[in-house]
């Protein structure tokens, strides 16, 4: 008997390929369907993986072997999509962020409390052997007490390589939201729940050129700030320092993530991806270990977040790339640019689960 839950995905750009590879291999999920707004596109990814249908939206949701809906979208549509699974009756996986605006986000979570449904959220690289390596090394006393962070996404801007840049530079869009859910949620996972925010937020830049594809040259507007550098306190009492930019040319040579404790300093890889080697140093010294994985892990393993997710309604527990987590992150984010527009601390009202 075939126990695998029936998934469709919603969304067949750049980010579908790794998903629907690795799903392939999912003990637990069958993605027996492929949508995309333009229908050309889910065919050939359908095509491509080797998935029975490919529809349209409305098709997808309509089929009630789909229990599952991965919704793959541009940020601007993830509200939208996620509302219609859960009213159609089909628990929810989407990519980052949860929804663009707050109000949205607290409609998807209700929703789903209403019908019964689950809400899960990437980023689930948090998931991967990385992050995870660094909890076990601060929850066995490695480094003391955590007392600080420093997490640094330094980049140019992704439309020089991302043949469809536009929404990267729209509400929703901008470093913090597209690359702030990596950052924020590796240190939620690591710090627990943030307390409030301070920052400053700006666009040196009105327009970008995309550099690639059919649409090489043409000029789009940016909507949305494009560096940010801020603090945040944790309500376990530890303070972070942020920066996220796609203002940055000429590269920078700064750390991705580092946790600082009472008793020494683990050094993070780039908690975009799953696997990277922790490195430990002591208080005192000023050599580093390199600490064991947790587990065995790859780079890119997007979908554990829906493994756990399917796996966790299967046994009745809760999961963990969840709804809440993802809300917890869309609000820090939001306090970010709110805290740079009204020049005073942001305190927040989520926690975690």
Not at 231 to 256: E, Y
Not at 292 to 304: K, S, T
Not at 325 to 344: I, P
């Amino acid at each position: 008997m075939d126990t695998k839950m029936k998934a469709g995905i919603v969304g067949c750009g750049n980010i579908s390929a790794i998903y629907l590879e690795n799903l392939k291999k999912s003990p637990v999920v069958d993605v027996v369907a492929c949508a995309d707004v333009v229908l050309e596109r889910a065919a050939a990814r359908a095509e491509e993986y080797g998935i029975a249908n490919a529809y349209t939206a409305a098709e997808l949701l309509a089929d009630p072997e789909i229990e599952l809906v991965i919704n793959l979208t541009v940020p601007g549509s993830h509200a939208e999509i996620d509302i219609a699974a859960l009213e159609a009756g089909k628990h929810v996986y989407a990519e980052k962020p949860l929804a663009v605006s707050l109000e949205d986000g607290k409609r998807i979570l209700q929703t789903a409390d209403s019908k019964g449904l689950r809400v899960g959220s990437a980023p689930d690289t948090f998931l991967g052997s990385g992050i995870q390596t660094a909890k076990a090394a601060i929850e066995g006393g490695m480094i003391g007490k955590p007392v600080a962070a420093a997490a640094f996404m330094m980049s140019g801007g992704p439309e020089g390589w991302h043949p469809d840049p536009e929404f990267f530079y729209a509400p929703g869009g901008g470093p913090m939201f597209d690359m702030g859910p990596y950052y924020l949620t590796a240190l939620a996972e690591l710090l627990g729940p943030m307390d409030r925010i301070s920052s400053s937020a700006g666009a040196p830049s009105a327009t970008r050129t995309i550099g690639s594809g059919p649409k090489a040259g043409q000029q789009i507007p940016v909507l949305t700030p494009t560096h940010l550098a801020g603090t945040i306190d944790f309500r376990q009492g530890a303070i972070a320092t942020v920066i996220t930019s796609f203002d940055v040319k000429g590269g920078a040579s700064l750390p991705w993530l580092e946790i600082y404790g009472t008793e020494g300093t683990l050094i993070l890889p780039d908690p975009n991806f799953f696997d990277g080697d922790v490195k430990l140093r002591r208080s005192g010294s000023t050599e580093t270990e390199t600490l064991a994985p947790a587990f065995e892990c790859g780079r890119n393993e997007r979908g554990l977040g829906v493994n756990d997710m399917v796996a966790s309604i299967r046994e009745g527990r809760g999961h963990r790339a969840s709804g809440m987590l993802a809300y917890h992150v869309l609000e820090a984010m939001h306090a970010f640019h709110t805290s740079s527009l009204k020049g005073e601390h942001v305190k927040l009202e989520s926690t975690l689960p």
